[in-house]
């Protein structure tokens, strides 16, 4: 069974960076797609960014490509996402998820794993 644990959250002022970790175990995370989706309260949960499996590529929901990465550090097994020059916008929960199958997806459903989420609060 694969775990998904998120950390790296907290409070930041507008401007500010935050790195969040993703720890993986029970498998791999080269064997799946990995994404990060936030959820704002009263909001859907949101694409934000996710990387393919085999190929590497990373895709970015345009809000926040060029503030944004993802890195994995596959030793640790863990998937990174480093977001700088935040913005209030960018409040939310945030998950990790893994999916296996199928081309690299934006949509929730298509997943497999996910981790609590860990919460980001951006203040003005």
């Known amino acids: 069974q694969v775990q998904l644990v998120e950390s790296g959250g907290g409070l930041v002022q507008a401007g500010g960076s935050l790195r969040l970790s993703c720890a993986v175990s029970?498998?791999?995370?080269?064997?799946?797609?990995m994404g990060w989706f936030r959820q704002a309260p009263g909001k859907e949960r949101e694409f934000v960014a996710a990387r393919h499996r085999l190929t590497g590529v990373i895709q970015y929901t345009d809000s926040v490509r060029g503030r944004f990465a993802i890195s994995v550090d596959n030793a640790k097994n863990t998937m990174y996402l480093q977001m700088n020059s935040l913005i209030p916008d960018d409040t939310a929960d945030y998950y990790c998820?893994?999916?296996?199958?199928?081309?690299?997806?934006?949509?929730?459903?298509?997943?497999?794993?996910w981790g609590q989420g860990t919460q980001v609060t951006v203040s003005s």
């Open positions: 998820a893994a999916g296996r199958f199928g081309p690299l997806s934006r949509t929730p459903s298509t997943y497999d794993y």
């Open positions: 029970g498998r791999s995370l080269t064997s799946y797609h």
